[in-house]
T-cell receptor, first 114, second 114 residues
Framework: AQSVTQLGSHVSVSEGALVLLRCNYS??????LFWYVQYPNQGLQLLLK??????LVKGINGFEAEFKKSETSFHLTKPSAHMRDAAEYFC????????????FGQGTELSVKP | DSGVTQTPKHLITATGQRVTLRCSPR?????VYWYQQSLDQGLQFLIQ???????AKGNILERFSAQQFPDLHSELNLSSLELGDSALYFC?????????????FGPGTRLTVL
């Protein structure tokens, strides 16, 4: 079975500061990993995904994530936070032998202070 | 705009009632997923259809059912509603099954059970 743990339900940073959102996964087979963002009253939008091609994945809006198999981690980073980055972020895992359903972490709400 | 549409946006109903949520996938996508987002349980996978056939099931209650029609739109039926069914219900679509495929999410239907 697969699972995802996001450390920290709420993260607050100042504008211009580094953003680091943590995600650890558990999977008995090679996983695909995703980060989604949810703005208030909206659906989820894909930020980036890991599909085994490269361990460092670049996404939209300046975000990137690094897949570390030894640490079973897929942390999301952005060098400099903007006010518009304030949202809820979800890490998710899927595998081929289960149809591609996404298993989500509990989410991390990012606040950005001016 | 993800290209996935969901209707209605909001639904308010009473306990014991039955409702139907509708989803139209992106043009060309054959796979449809339903997810439930609640404060208690977070984002949970309910059920997946591919080209009209059920492909995967999550922790979907027996009171809930879904189907995908020949035109590929999908409906999620919730019956004997309870207060705890109040949640945001998302539909997502992807071009095929398999964990590697990106899922595109609709804006969701917010269900309130009074």
């Amino acid at each position: 079975a697969q699972s995802v743990t996001q450390l920290g339900s709420h993260v607050s940073v100042s504008e211009g500061a580094l953003v680091l959102l943590r995600c650890n996964y558990s999977s008995s087979v090679p996983p695909y990993l995703f980060w989604y963002v949810q703005y208030p009253n909206q659906g989820l939008q894909l930020l980036l995904k890991y599909t085994s091609a490269a361990t460092l994945v670049k996404g939209i809006n300046g975000f990137e994530a690094e897949f570390k198999k030894s640490e079973t981690s897929f942390h999301l980073t952005k060098p400099s936070a903007h006010m518009r980055d304030a949202a809820e972020y979800f890490c998710a895992v899927s595998v081929d032998n289960q149809g591609g359903k996404l298993i989500f972490g509990q989410g991390t709400e990012l606040s950005v202070k001016p | 705009d993800s290209g996935v549409t969901q209707t209605p946006k909001h639904l308010i109903t009473a306990t014991g009632q039955r409702v139907t949520l509708r989803c139209s996938p992106r043009s060309g996508d054959l796979s449809v997923y339903w997810y439930q987002q609640s404060l208690d349980q977070g984002l949970q996978f309910l059920i997946q259809y591919y080209n009209g056939e059920e492909r995967a099931k999550g922790n979907i209650l027996e009171r809930f059912s879904a189907q995908q029609f020949p035109d590929l739109h999908s409906e999620l039926n919730l019956s004997s509603l309870e207060l705890g069914d109040s949640a945001l219900y998302f539909c997502a679509s992807s071009v095929a099954v398999g964990g590697i495929n990106e899922q595109f999410f609709g804006p969701g239907t917010r269900l309130t059970v009074l």
